[in-house]
Every structure is written in C-alpha cells, then in structure tokens.
C-alpha cells in the first residue's frame, strides 16, 4: 500500500510560498502589479498554516493506494504526458490512434473494440474539425 | 416603431432564416456538448461565412449557436462533469450528483427548462428594458465592480462546504494562477519566466478542461483498475463497467418543476443583470446563480444533487445569453466576447451598434429579437428531443469512453487558440486537480479566484487610481457599499451558522 499523506500538500505550499517571496520582487513591476501576488501569497500562506496545523493535531486525510492501481494509472498519465509532449513531432491524429489503442488495452477492453474506436474516434475529430471548422492540427510525420 | 417591428418580423421568417436559425443551434449544441470546444469557437469560425448573410439571418444564426453551445456545455458537465464550456461549470456540480444517482436524463432535461426559462427572461429583458438597464449599467465604475466581485468571492462558502480554510486555500491558488501573463493595466508581463507562451497567461479553456474533465477521468482509471483488481482476487469474470445513464429515471413531474421556480427566476434575474453589466459574462453568472440558488432554496441536497442546483446557474448563464446584448445594442459595448464577437458581425454587415442603431437599423433590431425568440423555443424543442438520444447512450462503458475523452480534451484545448502550449498547462492542471481532489480541495473555488480576479484586480487598481483616500473611497459609492455590507453579512451569517453547527455537535457528543 502507498500512502499519500495531506500534510505535504501543505507543508510544499509554505515553501512555495516563500520562494514566491523572493520571486515577486525579482520578476514583478514594484506598485500595482505585486497587489494581486501578495494577496494570494498571504491567503495560501495563512491558509496552509491553519490546515498543517490541523493536520498535526490528526484532522488529516490520508488517501491510499493498493500499489498496482497507482502504477496502471502513473503508466496511462505518463503515457498521455508521452502523447501531449510528441504530438508536434509525430503528429496528432497517428498519435491518437495509437494512444486509444494502448489504453484501450490496458484498460483489457476487448480487440474489436479497440480496432474500431481507436480509428473512429480521430477520423471524426479530423472530418469535424479539421474538414469542417478548418483546424489545422500538428501532422507531425504526415507533413 | 410598429413598421420596424412588422419589417424585422418579416425578414426573419423566411425560410432560409428558420433554417439557419436551428443549423444555429443544432451547430451550437454540439460544439458545447464536446468538452474543450465551445459556441464561441463556432462564431468565431463562422464570422467571415456571415459575410455572405443577410444582417438579420448572420446575428441571429450566431446568437443561436450561442444559445445552444450554453445548453449544450451542460451535457457534458452533467454527465461525465466535463464543462463543455466554462458557463457549465456550475451545473456540474449538482448535475454529476445526479448523474451519480442515475437520474443524468433528469438533470438535463432540468438544465435544458432552467436554459430556456433564463434565455427567454433575458430576452424579454432584453426588448423592454433595453434603454433603461443600460442606462443603470453606466453608473457602475470600478468601485462597484471590486464590491461585487467580492461578493462573489464568497461563492467559496458555497463550494468549500465544511472544508472552509481548503476551499480558500484553492481560491488563494486560483488567483495567483490568473496574475501569470500580462498584467491588466500596465501590460508588463509577470511570472512568465523568460518564455513568450508564459507572457499571455493561462488559457482559460486549458484550466477549465485540465481542472474539471481531466482529473473526472484519472478518478475513473483508478476506480476501474481497483475494480478489476477486486475482480481478480475474487476470482470472478467482470463485464465492463457502465456508466450510470438511466432512461428510466429521466421524466421530470410538473411537480419537481414548479418547485425550482423561485430558483429559476431568481437566478435568470442574477443573470440578466450581471449579462447587462459588460465584461462579466455568463460564467460568473452561472456561478452568481448557483450561490443565489443555494440562498433561497430549501432543497437540504443543494450541493449533493439536487434539481434546484442545476437549474439556478443555467437559468443564470442563459439569461447572460440575451443580456448580453443589452449593452452591444444600447451604448455600442460588448458584454462579453460573445457580444464582442457579434459586435465583429454586425461590422462586417456595416451597421454601428449604439443609441443610434434603433434609429437607422429598427428594422434589423426587431429582426434580430424575433431570430432570437425563434433560437430559444428551437433550442427548447431539438434539445428536448435530442437529449433522449443522449439518454439513451446507456450502455457506455467507463473503460472506452477514459480515452476518447482524454483525446477530446486535447482537441478541444488545442483548438480554442491553435497552440500546443495550452494543451501542456491542460495536462498540468489536470494532474494538480486530480490531487487537490483527492485531498477533498475544491477545483471549483481555484476557478473562481481564476475567473475573477482580473476584473477584480483591475477593477480595485482603477479605483486606487482614481481616488486620494485609498479604500475609504468605498464610503462614497452607496452602490459599492451596498456589496461591501452584503459580502460582510454573508461570511459572518456564515460562520456562525457553522459555529452554531459544531456547538450542536459537541453536545450531542
């Protein structure tokens, strides 16, 4: 079992909060422009303190993971990340075939469906919207 | 005037008109149902076609794919709680309760009466009231604005439900996201890190699809995969699972009707004022709905899936859908980028919105009004109808639908602006609401901190401007003030209600 523990939300949203502290006066025009980030600063600072502190004194949420379920979901999220990042290079819709395929697998849906989804799905995303309304995906490899 | 009205009643029925009116709204149902892509998308694509229109057939055509891309963004929000647009975010949050319960055919049948209730309020609003309303959206300044957006700051109170210090926590999040890119007033950039994607902020789209729909379907993975892993350790062969969508329980009673009245009413007013005051826009109007809906309904599941929760920010957001133009047409401002986008139509067609465009173009407006009360009785009808072929997609199973909508949202994010970058912060997004969930932190208050805070902070950098005594300039706007007294009594009522609450508590203890 993994545990994901709410206190570390909190406790890396007070050092965020203070790097941000340096880096409002080093990025930001001094006046108008730092109104908005210090006041965000002060209420996700006050209000990460108040939450750690409940948490400390056990009000704490602890979320639990059977470790196959996080590793099958960190594979499809990575595999997403994967497909978002190389869709300039190989293009958008071989990448969608190939991405609802892999999951569609994954998920152990079965291989019929996987073939006609798979192809579905992006033909009518490209004769709706790339046909229709004129939007130019990346193409990637077609180029 | 009877000659203007007789003249734009006639050159709005003619048949190529009736057609373009429901291509309109079938276009817009659509383009709103697909999470990501959005109405005004369509218009926007369509605006150099209507160049070939007639000016009555072109405002009328896109008013109605705007009508029906309201609608249509509820759809998806109620049934997989992925907004089709930003408008439908709110509905999503008692909508996907419902849907939950296996009433999704009730809830959208609920959003589609709350939708067309709330568009037809705006619209007669919008024929009488015209002059007047605009004349009452010109004494607002700045002031007025920070006061109500305060005030709609305590939408948190609604959404946070006990978590309150969570709920502000995302709002604090949401408002330090909206300060990347240029700043509102001066232009400079901040926080963008020596990259030029940075410089122009985060696309709403991108946040919205990466903070509602994204996470919706990471939650589904896991559920599946523990699922399956159930499954197997008891040895037993499981079919897929199906999403909940039940024709069954999609009639709606007169009964359950007339009892979101005040709701719906209340709320499609909540909407038609704020779509006359420009550059609101129906987004906070669905949520100054919801947090209206939440005041005066007596429903106890309000927040846990209730019908009243669906049908206050549809009549709100669909309200802004005619008010909108209430502004445009009157003084020649844009309310939102709808307006703004229509405002481009009707230039294209040579006409100057203003005082004087019921003067010179009579005709054209009564045109225009009639188009528009067509739009909402079709919406009404093909929706009506259309929502049972939704229904009926019962049988879809959560495994095939996890990657098709992962690859919508894509679509539709890439789509809004045609860059990569937006795709990225979706992803981004997507994983922190998928954690800030997990930790019961509402998304949903971090988008309202988002949406809000750049007319908050160049509403407030305005006034500081404009006066020497700092905030105390507050006192001598009596509208402001007004806001100011009603956000204080808000969160005071509030926190003894839950003082109250936890007092009840300890003692039952």
């Known amino acids: 079992m993994i545990q994901w523990r709410e206190r570390y939300i909190y406790l890396f949203m007070m050092v965020f909060c203070l790097v941000l502290l340096f880096i409002i006066p080093s990025q930001l025009q001094e006046g ?26 056990g009000e704490e949420k602890i979320v639990t993971f059977p470790k196959k379920v996080l590793s099958i979901l960190g594979l499809i999220v990575l595999l997403y990340g994967i497909y978002i990042f190389a869709i300039d ?43 229709l309304l004129n939007l130019r995906f990346p193409n990637g490899l077609l180029m | 005037m009877g000659a203007d009205i007789l003249a734009g009643l006639e050159m709005m029925f003619q048949p190529h008109h009736v057609l373009l009116v429901f291509l309109g709204v079938v276009l817009g149902t659509v383009m709103g149902a697909i999470p990501g892509l959005s109405s005004t998308m369509g218009i926007a694509l369509l605006l ?23 609608f249509g963004g509820s759809i998806a929000s109620i049934l997989f709680n992925a907004p089709g647009t930003s408008a439908a975010a709110a509905t999503g949050i008692d909508g996907y309760q419902l849907t939950k319960q296996g009433k999704s055919g009730k809830a959208i049948r609920m959003a589609l009466i709350g939708s067309s209730v709330g ?66 007033v001066t232009g400079v950039p901040r926080f963008e890190f020596g990259s030029m994607e940075m410089s122009s902020g985060f696309s709403l789209i991108a946040v919205l699809i990466g903070l509602l729909a994204l996470p919706e379907v990471f939650r589904q993975i896991e559920d599946v995969i523990r699922e399956k892993i159930k499954d197997h350790k008891g040895k037993k062969e499981k079919a897929e699972q199906k999403v909940d969508v039940q024709l069954g329980d999609s009639k709606l009673t007169w009964k359950e009707v007339k009892g979101t009245r005040k709701v719906l009413f209340t709320s499609a ?118 929502v ?58 971090l988008l309202i901190g988002f949406i809000l805070t750049p007319i908050f902070e160049r509403s407030l950098r305005q006034t500081l401007a404009l006066s020497d005594n700092g905030l105390l300039f507050f006192f001598e706007r009596p509208i402001a003030l007004v806001f100011i007294a009603i956000t204080l009594v808000t969160v005071v009522s509030y926190f003894i209600k839950s003082r109250a609450e936890n007092n009840g508590k300890s003692v039952s203890q």
């Open chain 2, 269 to 386: 007013g909540v909407g038609t004022f704020i779509g006359a005051l420009p550059g609101l826009g129906p987004t906070i109007a669905a949520f100054m709905g919801y947090r209206t809906g939440k005041k005066i309904s007596k429903d106890p599941n309000y927040g846990k899936g209730s019908l009243h929760g669906v049908a206050a920010p549809e009549a709100a957001n669909s309200a802004v859908a005619s008010a909108n133009l209430i502004p445009l047409l009157a003084l020649g401002i844009p309310g939102d980028v709808e307006a703004a986008l229509i405002l481009g139509a009707l230039t294209i067609q040579g006409i100057t919105p203003g005082p004087q465009i019921f003067v010179n173009n009579g005709a054209i407006v009564y045109g225009i009004y009639a188009g528009m009360i067509m739009a909402i009785i079709m919406n009404f009808v093909f929706n009506w109808y259309f």
């Open chain 2, 388 to 445: 049972r072929g939704v229904i009926k997609v019962k049988n879809i199973s959560i495994q095939i639908m996890v990657p098709i909508i992962m690859v919508l949202c894509i679509a539709g994010t890439f789509g809004y602006n045609q860059n990569m970058f937006d795709v990225k912060v979706m992803f981004a997004f997507g994983l922190l609401g998928y954690i800030l969930n997990k930790f019961g932190i509402p998304t949903t208050a």
């Open chain 2, 48 to 70: 150099p076609i209507t160049f070939t229109l007639s000016p009555v057939a072109a405002i009328a055509m896109l008013t109605a794919m705007y009508k029906g891309g309201l």
């Open chain 1, 89 to 131: 290079v190989i293009g958008y819709f071989v990448l969608s075939v190939l991405f609802i395929a892999v999951v569609l697998w994954i998920l152990k849906v079965t291989k019929v469906k996987i073939l006609f989804i798979s192809t579905l799905v992006p033909l009518f995303i490209y004769l709706l919207l790339g046909g």
């Open chain 2, 119 to 184: 568009d037809l309020i705006g619209c007669i609003t919008l024929i009488l009231l015209a002059g007047l309303i605009a004349k009452a959206a010109l004494m607002f300044g700045p002031p007025e604005y920070v006061a109500i957006i305060l005030f709609a700051f305590t939408m948190v109170l609604g959404v946070a439900d006990k978590a309150l210090m969570k709920g502000f926590l995302a709002l604090g999040i949401g408002i330090l996201i909206s300060t990347v890119g240029y700043d509102p």
């Open chain 1, 32 to 57: 108008g422009p730092r109104i908005a980030p210090y006041m965000a600063l002060g209420i996700i600072a006050l209000t990460s303190v108040v939450c750690f502190v409940r948490c400390l004194r």
